[in-house]
């Protein structure tokens, strides 16, 4: 093993973070295929919570469900400034 190999970091954020990514990249492009504007679906059901703002087509709704509100907006504030 070679002494100056940088050492692996784990972190759960970020891996957190990155499957929050994929799900709402797949919400969105369920949303867009059924013909809906997936921005304003997915601040409709960031807002109030109500499932109803995300098609159950390609199960989009089912795994929006899956990721806690708060971690959601999280995540998303944290790629923004990240990214900006």
Known sequence: MNVSEPTAVFSIRDQKDQEIKQVILLVY???????????????GY????????ITT???ARALIRRIDRDDLLQALVRDYVKNA
């Open 57 to 59: 087509y390609k199960n």
């Open 46 to 53: 960031i807002l109030s919570e109500d499932p109803t703002y």
């Open 29 to 43: 492009s369920a949303l867009e295929e059924k013909g809906y504007n997936p921005i304003n679906q997915l601040v």
